[in-house]
């Protein structure tokens, strides 16, 4: 066994072990923080595959902005977790049934690799990876692309019309109504007779 190999399989563990721990912890933060572990051994197996613009964008985007943000809401928000803890057996159907299927898919990558039957492999671009990732995202794949970026703009307002409520014990502030103050409204002179101070 190669160096190489095992730090593939090293990473891989560590990866296989944080995204459990990301769906079995029920602290939000710990899951967070456990998110943060996989995306680290995720870059670091793209590192292994010589796909340095991917990896150093995972640690740049995802660990760097999109986890903070996550941590953040998750700490701010005041979500009760136990009530949707409640309808959580109602979901397990459809979670089950996703994860054989993507089970399946998985075991039939595998498997299809395993005996060889796999296609051809794509040709080595001469120039760098970034290069080739920006050729196909913003000349082969443009209309995809900006499909997925309009697609996740809905869910970033869907997301926060469904966490926006009033809250009772929220304060706030009316301008208007800053504006519109007097002197005779914050100060109030009083008159004191003036006499010997008291012995």
């Not at 150093?56 to 701010?76: K, P, R, W």
């Not at 990558?109 to 296609?119: M, W």
């Not at 290069?131 to 809905?154: C, M, N, T």
Request: positive net charge; charged residues 15%; without cysteine.
């Amino acid at each position: 066994m190669t160096f190489s190999t095992f730090t593939f399989y090293a990473f891989a563990a560590i990866l296989i072990f944080a995204a459990l721990r990301v769906i079995t912890t029920r602290n939000p933060v710990h899951a967070a923080l456990w998110l943060v572990l996989s995306f680290f051994t995720a870059a670091g197996l793209w590192l292994l595959l010589r796909a340095e613009f991917l990896a150093i964008a995972l640690v740049l985007v995802y660990v760097g902005a999109v986890m903070v943000l996550f941590l953040f809401v998750v700490m701010m928000l005041d979500v009760n977790f136990d009530s949707l803890r409640q309808h959580f057996r109602s979901y397990l159907p459809i979670g089950a049934a996703v994860g054989v299927l993507v089970l399946f898919e998985m075991a039939l990558v595998i498997i299809d690799s395993a005996i060889g039957r796999s296609t051809a492999e794509p040709p080595v671009p001469a120039a760098s990876n970034t290069r080739a990732l920006g050729q196909l995202l913003y000349v082969d794949y443009v209309y995809p692309f900006e499909i997925a970026a309009v697609v996740l703009l809905v869910a970033i307002i869907a997301a926060i019309a469904l966490t926006h409520r009033e809250r009772k014990e929220r304060k706030q502030q009316d301008p208007a109504l800053q504006v519109k103050v007097r002197r005779e409204d914050r100060v109030r002179l009083v008159n004191l007779r003036s006499g010997k101070p008291p012995a």
